[in-house]
């Protein structure tokens, strides 16, 4: 009897001294799916890009047809979005060390241990500087953080560990704020520019009749290009959204590292949450 209750007792001991890190592990679980959810947003910028060029040449240029040079137009429009495509490279190297530092954060709250990413940050740490939407008062604290996601972490303490990937709150929120920026300047300037130019599109359109049936198709086209460039305009809103919550939430968890087990971590993480799953369902109606 005595045996059974020390047994009893040790446990309750136990119980009472580990912590409850679901808060921890649900923030670094939405945040992966944030970083995630850049990928088709920024699949899309150098897409729109060049749409934008080939749809103008084709839709307004005064060029007869004998003399439209196919071949030509297309590699102009590679070389217009030529450093869309060089910068966009970079949004998505960030997008990822934002994802990677979310998975170790989420290895820590698991079992105190956390692999180190092979990815070389050391050249997305050089480019940093010419990201024009990333904060020149932060980089540093970025670059901090990049160096802290490709070393390995075996938690001699799973808290104090914890407390020092929560310590990168500034360059983790100022990463996701560039990625916001960068992506409503580029991917939703050129969603808003095809918006603008799709009644100019339909007006040419209408104006054919050498071959009315193809102009009616490609009318239908233009319709279902127009509603889903609408829904692509308003994932950058939603993103918004999910990394404001995202940064909140992540305040309270590192202003608040000795109550992680507290009821007000998990509410301001089911937070996160639903604003995740709004951004996700948005995506599924923009792509």
Same mark, same amino acid.
């Given at each position: 009897?005595? &045996?059974?209750?020390?047994?009893?007792?040790?446990?309750?001991?136990?119980?009472?001294?580990? +912590?409850?890190?679901?808060?921890?592990?649900?923030?670094?679980?939405?945040?992966?799916?944030?970083? &995630?959810?850049?990928?088709?947003?920024?699949?899309?910028?150098?897409?729109?890009?060049?749409?934008?060029?080939?749809? =103008? =040449?084709?839709?307004?240029?005064? +060029?007869?047809?004998?003399? $439209?040079?196919?071949? %030509?137009?297309? #590699?102009?429009?590679?070389? +217009?979005?030529?450093?869309? !495509?060089?910068?966009?490279? +970079? /949004?998505?190297?960030?997008?990822?060390?934002?994802?990677?530092?979310? %998975?170790?954060?989420?290895?820590?709250?698991?079992?105190? &241990?956390?692999? %180190? &990413?092979?990815?070389?940050?050391?050249?997305?740490?050089?480019?940093?500087?010419?990201?024009?939407?990333?904060?020149?008062?932060?980089?540093?604290?970025?670059?901090?953080?990049?160096?802290?996601?490709?070393?390995?972490?075996?938690? #001699?303490?799973?808290?104090?560990?914890?407390? !020092?990937?929560?310590?990168?709150?500034?360059?983790?929120?100022?990463?996701?704020?560039?990625?916001?920026?960068?992506?409503?300047?580029?991917?939703?300037?050129?969603?808003?520019?095809?918006?603008?130019?799709?009644?100019?599109?339909?007006?040419?359109?209408?104006?054919?009749?050498? %071959?009315?049936?193809?102009?009616?198709?490609?009318?239908?086209?233009?319709?279902?290009?127009?509603?889903?460039?609408?829904?692509?305009?308003?994932?950058? /809103?939603?993103? =918004?959204? /999910?990394?404001?919550?995202?940064?909140?939430?992540? =305040?309270?968890?590192?202003?608040?590292?000795?109550?992680?087990?507290?009821?007000?971590?998990?509410?301001?993480?089911? #937070?996160?949450?639903?604003?995740?799953?709004?951004?996700?369902?948005?995506?599924?109606?923009? $792509?």
């Amino acid at each position: 009897m005595r &045996v059974y209750f020390g047994i009893t007792l040790c446990v309750l001991l136990l119980s009472g001294c580990a +912590t409850n890190l679901s808060a921890v592990r649900g923030f670094a679980d939405e945040t992966k799916k944030i970083g &995630v959810a850049f990928d088709p947003i920024l699949g899309k910028a150098v897409e729109h890009c060049r749409q934008q060029f080939l749809q =103008r =040449r084709i839709y307004t240029t005064d +060029t007869v047809l004998a003399k $439209f040079d196919a071949e %030509s137009v297309l #590699k102009q429009a590679s070389e +217009t979005c030529k450093p869309i !495509e060089d910068e966009n490279a +970079t /949004a998505k190297r960030m997008s990822k060390a934002l994802a990677d530092y979310a %998975s170790q954060l989420s290895a820590l709250a698991a079992d105190g &241990v956390a692999s %180190s &990413v092979s990815d070389d940050f050391d050249a997305l740490s050089a480019k940093l500087g010419q990201f024009k939407d990333a904060p020149k008062e932060k980089i540093g604290a970025i670059a901090s953080l990049l160096k802290y996601i490709t070393r390995s972490v075996i938690a #001699k303490s799973q808290h104090d560990a914890i407390v !020092e990937a929560l310590s990168h709150e500034e360059a983790v929120g100022a990463l996701a704020d560039a990625l916001v920026i960068y992506s409503d300047r580029v991917y939703g300037g050129y969603v808003a520019g095809r918006l603008s130019d799709q009644p100019v599109l339909i007006e040419v359109l209408r104006a054919e009749s050498a %071959s009315p049936i193809s102009s009616r198709l490609r009318l239908m086209d233009v319709y279902q290009q127009t509603q889903s460039l609408a829904e692509q305009q308003k994932a950058i /809103a939603s993103i =918004r959204t /999910a990394v404001g919550q995202m940064k909140i939430s992540m =305040r309270d968890l590192r202003q608040n590292v000795d109550k992680l087990s507290a009821q007000e971590r998990i509410n301001e993480v089911q #937070k996160l949450a639903k604003d995740v799953r709004a951004l996700y369902d948005q995506l599924s109606r923009a $792509f």
